[in-house]
């Protein structure tokens, strides 16, 4: 079965730019029955989506990060990467990936199991 | 933006009760758009409810989903131990330019 792995240094300094990628595995990420996303979470609190590619390369990304986010996609790898520049504290989360079923229904279907960035000099 | 406020904020009872959790939208969603999950510490969330009624595969028939427009319910008919957790709703805003994600502030589910 499809399964997705976030990898990527778990410390990063402020001002610096945050570096993840997923790895796709169990399944192509070329299918073209999915999106692919990021979302992340505070400690403590809720979940924030950040951002959406699909295997052409086009991109959707949450207008309260849009500024300072870009998702990539590899199909020869299948993975996905995401880079958030411009990081502060407050970007302190679990990233997580996800896949994202996108018709008839949307919804995220299949999550990573996350993986802690911390945001300090 | 659409946002999604639920209620209550904590929910505490006791297995074998049900539970009712609420999910209220500031414009009206598709149900086509409209999901439910379950986070446990430490892990990842989990797809409970898509399409707003449809349970997810392997998701006991305990969980039932249902509502529209503005308004949806997440129901436990009988609470069993791994069922305390928190739940999220998530809807998509499929407005162009800028079709978009957003989550609930989540529902803590504690044995009472």
């Known amino acids: 079965q499809v399964q997705l792995q976030e990898s990527g240094p778990g410390l990063v300094k402020p001002s610096q730019t945050l570096s993840l990628t997923c790895t796709v595995s169990?399944?192509?990420?070329?299918?073209?029955?999915?999106?692919w996303s990021w979302i992340r979470q505070p400690a403590g609190k809720g979940l924030e989506w950040i951002g959406r590619?699909?295997?052409?390369?086009?991109?959707n990304y949450n207008p309260s990060l849009k500024s300072r986010v870009t998702i990539s996609v590899d199909t020869s790898k299948n993975q996905f990467s995401l880079k958030l520049s411009s990081v502060t504290a407050a970007d302190t989360a679990v990233y997580y990936c996800a896949s994202v079923v996108v018709t008839p229904n949307v919804y995220f279907d299949l999550w990573g199991r996350g993986t802690l960035v911390t945001v300090s000099s | 933006e659409i946002v999604l406020t639920q209620s209550p904020g904590t929910l505490s009872l006791s297995p074998g009760e049900r539970a009712t959790l609420s999910c209220r939208a500031s414009?009206?969603?598709?149900?086509?758009?409209l999901a439910w999950y379950q986070q446990k510490p430490g892990q990842a969330p989990r797809l409970l409810i898509y399409g707003a009624s449809s349970r997810a595969t392997g998701i006991p028939d305990r969980f039932s989903g249902s509502g529209s427009g503005t308004d949806f319910t997440l129901t436990i008919s009988r609470l069993e131990p791994e069922d305390f957790a928190v739940y999220y709703c998530?809807?998509?805003?499929?407005?162009?330019?800028?079709?978009?994600?957003?989550f609930g502030q989540g529902t803590k589910l504690e044995i009472k």
């Open positions: 998530q809807q998509y805003g499929s407005s162009h330019p800028n079709p978009g994600y957003t």
């Open positions: 169990g399944g192509s990420i070329s299918s073209g029955s999915y999106y």
């Open positions: 414009q009206s969603v598709s149900s086509s758009y």
């Open positions: 590619i699909y295997t052409s390369g086009s991109t």
